[in-house]
């Protein structure tokens, strides 16, 4: 645990380091990336979470899979689990949990079985293994809906060489960066 709170602390000083507009040219590189792969193609839904705080920005790829005629989802944290809501419009969202935009409560809840989450990370590895923030909500609600396929977005810096794993964590299939796409081999 504590070598997770040291990775967290270093990628966290990493990402506030990068300038907006660093953050945004970067995750519309990503977003390019991201929507030619086969798992997005495929996808008729989409389960992103809301960008915050210098994570790769989620929006752009919540804006073409709308174009694209996909249906999107967005998570709400209750507790210990999050629940996802559909999303047509950005102004469903409200400051919530941590003040990560979530969506409002009045909303319509989605309980897909069959979807591509768009999963955030503070820390990833080649072998796509995930550092998250911690709580183990995606590992939670994974585990419970074993028939999504796993896109984690990040940043190359991001990316190290290892990073500490438990036997929860549910780990992203393909991890999409600026500059490289890691698919899990396992």
């Known amino acids: 645990m504590e070598e997770k709170k040291e990775i ?3 990628i966290f000083k990493a990402r506030k380091e990068h300038t907006d507009e660093w953050i945004q040219k970067k995750s519309r590189v990503i977003t390019e990336t991201l929507t030619a792969l086969p798992e997005y193609k495929e996808a008729e839904r989409i389960m992103a979470y809301a960008d915050y705080n210098h994570e790769v920005i989620t929006r752009y790829i919540i804006e073409q899979a709308w174009k694209d005629g996909k249906e999107v989802a967005v998570p709400k944290v209750f507790g210990k689990d999050m629940v996802f809501y559909k999303l047509t419009d950005f102004s469903q969202l409200e400051s919530g949990y941590f003040g990560i935009p979530e969506p409002k409560e009045d ?10 989450m768009v999963m955030p990370g503070v820390a990833f590895d080649v072998n796509c293994n995930r550092v998250g923030y911690g709580g183990g909500f995606y590992d939670r609600f994974l585990e419970k809906h074993p028939g999504i396929s796993r896109v984690a977005v990040g940043f190359s810096f991001q990316i190290l ?10 780990r992203p299939q393909v991890i999409v960066t600026e500059e490289k796409v890691y698919r899990d081999v396992q």
């Open 107 to 116: 909303g319509e809840t989605v309980s897909w079985e069959v979807a591509m």
């Open 161 to 170: 060489s290892v990073v500490p794993t438990e036997p929860t964590d549910i």
């Open 8 to 10: 967290r602390k270093k």
